[in-house]
């Protein structure tokens, strides 16, 4: 709620136009305080060995994710952006530690996904990036957390899928 808060804040005495802000339900958790002025990327998470990109309340799933796959050995960033659009491309770039890993997790379909691992393979031509979103089948009507685990969302299938990307890159 913190940041929601912050976030208005901003919207109203900050930014000189029109503004969408999105607060869904299921914001709290390891999102509880308001992070807005660390910029419009936050890493939660650094490690060497990949990196999931996401934003909104899916960065819960994606640090309990990354908790996941470092226990299985694998240290993973996790980064979670702030605005959505304009894409906050400097920042992630500047944020980028050269993972060859990169998972891109969203809550949508045909959201933002697409357009950012393209520019995240400008970023890091090498890097083996995927994509983790609702998919284009129809979403039954459930507790989140039971979608999440439906669509592949939850904290073990985006462990799984970052595990998958890995294989691919050896």
């Known amino acids: 709620r ?3 808060k912050d976030m208005l804040r901003w919207a109203v ?3 000189d136009g029109p503004v969408a802000i999105r607060y869904p339900r299921g914001g709290d958790g390891l999102l509880d305080e308001s992070c807005w002025e660390n910029g419009p990327v936050v890493t939660y998470r650094r490690g060497p060995d990949g990196m999931i990109l996401t934003y909104g309340t899916l960065t819960n799933e994606a ?21 959505i659009h304009p894409l906050p ?3 992630i770039r500047v944020m980028y530690d050269g993972q060859n890993t990169i998972l891109v997790a969203e809550e949508a379909v045909g959201g933002i996904a697409e357009n950012l691992a393209w520019h995240m393979s400008r970023m ?8 983790s979103d609702l998919g284009k089948g129809f979403i039954t009507h459930g507790d989140i ?3 999440y685990r439906y669509c592949g969302l939850d904290a073990a299938s985006i462990a799984d899928k970052m595990m998958e990307v890995r294989k691919i890159e050896d």
């Open 2 to 4: 913190a940041e929601l």
């Open 13 to 15: 005495n900050e930014y």
């Open 63 to 83: 640090i309990k994710a990354a908790d996941i796959l470092a226990d299985r050995g694998i240290r993973v960033s996790v980064m979670r952006l702030q605005q």
């Open 89 to 91: 491309l400097e920042a």
């Open 124 to 131: 890091a031509p090498n890097a083996k990036i995927a994509v």
């Open 145 to 147: 957390a039971s979608l």
